[in-house]
């Protein structure tokens, strides 16, 4: 019964998405306010009707409804309960009604936060949301139905695939896709001004929070991702140029030359069609992603269960958005035309370079991520770009954006000064290159050119984000009263890019001093690494809920001092018949010591993966600053100081009223 | 410096810019991108030695033979012919006998695979596409049956 209940509530749901599509357009045609005011109302009934149908394929996961064929499929009945909550989001069906979740969610909060925007944007913003919405709830109910029943109704499910069996990655799609899906609201702003020609300081206030808002979440899900792989796929690498990693990476790179450009519209009424462009272009590679992702076109951990009338699906609609998208803007954009000229040697020059690095870098991996699946199709050959290639690319194209992202934060709006900006700077240069030759040194008693590059770059981008706050602080006659008139987008700005820098040395420093070892050790034999010394005690057995493991210990010295010992695990999940690889991590801030398991020999002895990597958990602590950064930006006071005047009037109105 | 010129030299940098980054893509490009290759290709000796490729088929059964450390040496097999492929490291997970296999690596001068990276997947019913393809249509000519490896209709579930 239930999940008729939200199959029903998801064919409901697409009767009024489609009305939330048409009906504003309608009323913007004939300046009909009824109309145009149908769109929250709407917006918030498909929210309430896709939340409902989530609920309901939940209880069927919390109840193992075996008769659901999507059930039956991922779950089992040993499956610990916080699996089988994100067992939802574990394949291919749940994931879309998760990414619908999502849409709907944000489409809410857009006509609940939106009611100080003109009425004829906001419900236009809606209306594009609502033509997503329709599109994808088709997809769903045509082609990936979670509610499909199965008969006859099996005894056991098949499981969770154990890759999945982890919070990291419990928690990695959600967040992911709120970034993802996010940025939809950005195209639907960006459609919206071309159609009315409207495109202002004001219109760049509005988009800018949701903007930042779907930056920042994408920004976490990639950090989880990466920490997810680090964890559980036993290699210990945090990065691997997987097609399916790339996907999500490039509308990140394109979204962050969008929160910046943003500012340059908002602030200096410039780039006014290259802003609505890349707001078309993030979406489009979300929508990209996704159809990488669920086609079944990649090879890779990714790919899901492959059925080639939905890639076709995801690609027609994907044409569709893109191409109209496209379209009107070819037809609107001359109209947005920019008055104001533009010195390279100011603040929105720089960020029009950072821009370039940015959308430049995206194409670059674009080209090598789509390259091998053209030549696919065209059947020229199967041919597979490797991370070199990646990696030659995308390093020399961050080098000039790292220290662009020092200058960005001095120089001023319209033109700056070199003088003025060489005083500001000479301190945090001076910083950097004797961070960039003392750190490495002291740390890892020599200095590798890449080390140094990363701690020259990484340390110049910290120390220089943090010259807006301090100036911003000085200006004021104390320290507390400077202290409170520092602006949250302030912090955020400043945080971001120290989050970038953070970023940066720790690749710089894992890449250079990162030791990794495969060895075949015999139970009590030990192996020297680095300074650190493994020992191999043995492996017996372990059991788990849903597994049966064969655990490792493996003591670590380091010169006469024990340091720890790890506990690595190979584990065995009967449901699926699947191995997995637990790998155990002893972490500081300055190192981690990973070992996993790798197969078990007659003899007694394994094969093992040991590494050590300095500074790695820097990476994700980077990617978390980066989020913490757009928290503080996209609440700051003066998005909130209009809404506030907004409320306090309706509140007069109202005692006027009564 | 008047206007016009400030505007023509910006394009210049930028087009520069625009160029070193395309240059230094294709070239990296051009080094990096590996073509996948059966084992009859490679026995056909199409492949230059030392050229970066990618070999794709099935673990010959009894082929595997264990070395000092961690060295392995087994037989990569398509339904006509195989080679040798030889690697020093850990094995994945889901390396078996008579399963499907992806090595990176290249051809040495006495036509051995010297893998440097090697790949499987975590499903049973999991073969690579294009070992899959390069399968089909085979008729069970060579040492190994090719029918307990069904086309791919399902790879592994993750994220």
């Known amino acids: 019964m239930i999940p008729e209940l939200g199959h029903f509530a998801l064919i409901l749901a697409l009767g009024i998405a489609f009305l939330q599509t048409v009906a504003p357009l309608l009323g913007y045609q004939r300046r009909d306010a009824k109309l145009l005011a149908f769109a929250g109302s709407a917006a918030q009934a498909q929210f309430f009707c896709i939340a409902f149908a989530y609920a309901c394929l939940t209880i069927a996961f919390i109840n193992t409804d075996f008769s659901v064929a999507y059930v039956a499929q991922n779950a089992h009945t040993d499956l610990p309960m916080i699996y089988r909550v994100s067992a939802v989001w574990g394949a291919h069906e749940g994931s879309l009604l998760l990414w619908m979740l999502m849409l709907s969610g944000w489409t809410f909060a857009v006509s609940v936060f939106n009611r100080r925007i003109p009425a004829e944007l906001s419900a236009l913003v809606i209306a594009v949301l609502g033509v997503i919405s329709t599109g994808l709830l088709l997809f769903m109910l045509l082609t990936s139905n979670p509610f499909e029943r199965l008969f006859p109704v099996p005894l056991q499910g098949r499981d969770l695939n154990p890759l999945l069996q982890d919070f990291g990655l419990a928690i990695h799609p959600p967040t992911l896709y709120m970034g993802y899906v996010g940025f939809s609201v950005a195209f639907a702003f960006a459609v919206a001004a071309l159609i009315t020609g409207k495109l202002d300081a004001a219109w760049a206030r509005w988009t800018r929070p949701w903007t930042t808002t779907a930056w920042m979440f994408l920004t976490l899900g990639i950090t989880l991702g990466s920490w997810w792989a680090y964890n559980e796929l036993g290699w210990g690498g945090w990065w691997f140029w997987d097609p399916v990693e790339n996907a999500s990476f490039m509308p990140w790179l394109a979204g962050t030359a969008l929160i910046h450009s943003l500012a340059v519209t908002e602030k200096r009424g410039l780039l006014k069609s290259w802003t609505v462009l890349l707001a078309i272009l993030t979406f489009s590679l979300s929508l990209l992603g996704t159809f990488l992702v669920r086609s079944g076109v990649l090879v890779s951990v990714h790919a899901f269960a492959s059925d080639p009338a939905r890639g076709l699906f995801i690609l027609i609609f994907m044409a569709l958005v893109t191409g109209s998208a496209l379209t009107l803007y070819a037809w609107r954009a001359p109209k947005l035309a920019t008055v104001g000229e533009l010195h390279l040697f100011s603040r929105e020059g720089l960020l029009l370079l950072n821009n370039v690095f940015l959308v430049v870098a995206c194409a670059a991996i674009l080209v090598g991520t789509l390259y091998p699946l053209v030549i696919d199709a065209l059947k020229l050959g199967k041919i597979s770009v490797g991370p070199p290639y990646f990696n030659a690319v995308f390093l020399p194209l961050m080098v000039p954006l790292f220290v662009l992202v020092g200058f960005g934060a001095v120089v001023p709006w319209k033109k700056g000064r070199a003088g003025e900006t060489w005083q500001r700077l000479k301190m945090p240069a001076l910083f950097a290159v004797a961070f960039a030759i003392v750190v490495p040194l002291a740390l890892h008693g020599r200095a590798a050119l890449l080390a140094v590059t990363g701690g020259l770059l990484g340390a110049w981008t910290i120390v220089a984000a943090a010259q807006d706050v301090s100036r911003r602080i000085r200006a004021k006659p104390s320290f507390a009263a400077g202290l409170a008139s520092v602006p949250r987008a302030s912090w955020g700005m400043t945080l971001a890019h120290a989050g970038l820098g953070v970023w940066a040395l720790g690749v710089a420093f894992v890449i250079s001093y990162g030791y990794e070892k495969d060895v075949r050790l015999a139970p009590n034999a030990r192996t020297e690494i680095g300074d650190f010394s493994f020992g191999f005690v043995g492996a017996t057995e372990a059991k788990g809920p849903n597994f049966i493991a064969q655990q490792g210990e493996v003591t670590i010295e380091r010169g006469d001092h024990s340091v720890t010992t790890l506990y690595p695990q190979k584990r065995f999940y009967p449901s699926q018949r699947n191995v997995m690889t637990e790998s155990a991590v002893d972490a500081t801030l300055l190192r981690d010591l990973y070992v996993s398991l790798g197969e078990g020999f007659e003899d007694g002895s394994w094969s093992l993966r040991i590494y050590v990597k300095p500074m790695i958990r820097l990476i994700w602590l980077g990617g978390v600053l980066m989020f913490l950064g757009g928290c503080l930006a996209a609440s700051d006071r003066r998005y909130r100081l209009a809404k506030a005047a907004d409320r306090r009037l309706a509140v007069d109105g109202g005692t006027q009223a009564a | ?159």
Do not use: W
């Open chain 2, 1 to 159: 410096m008047t206007k016009r010129n400030q505007r023509l030299l910006g394009v210049a940098a930028l087009l520069i810019g625009v160029g070193v980054a395309a240059t230094l893509g294709f070239t990296a490009f051009r080094k990096n991108m590996m073509y996948f290759y059966t084992p009859s290709d490679l026995v056909a000796g199409t492949v230059p030695v030392g050229a970066a490729a990618q070999l794709g088929g099935l673990v010959e059964t009894g082929s595997l033979t264990r070395g000092e450390g961690l060295k392995v040496e087994f037989r990569v097999a398509d339904c006509a012919k195989n080679i040798p492929v030889r690697y020093e490291g850990v094995l994945p997970d889901l390396f078996r006998e008579g399963q499907g296999v992806v090595a990176d690596g290249y051809m040495n001068a006495e036509h051995v695979f010297i893998a440097t990276r090697i790949l499987a997947k975590h499903d049973e019913n999991y073969m690579p596409p294009q070992v899959a393809d390069a399968l089909k249509g085979n008729p069970d000519t060579g040492k190994h049956s090719c029918m307990p490896f069904k086309a791919v209709d399902k790879t592994v579930a993750a994220s």
